[in-house]
């Protein structure tokens, strides 16, 4: 493998493509989301449920407005 002039391990990236890196979350961070979401978990799923009826809301609303089932689908799923 030749060497790159600019990349001294011979590789082809271009410069601010390769991997980058990030934080770290701290453990007591994640403990915590993971707390909220587990005390929160009965208004979450009520959510879902309402978000549920507005989805199917909109697929109707698609179909009303000429749109087929597949294209309904498709718009509804973006």
Known sequence: MSE????PDGSSAAPGTGPKVVPMIPKDAVAAA???LRRNLDVLI?????LAKLRRAAYLALIEAGFNEVQSLELCCK
């Open 4 to 7: 790159h002039p600019d990349f």
């Open 46 to 50: 009520a959510n879902q449920a309402a």
């Open 34 to 36: 993971g707390e909220g």
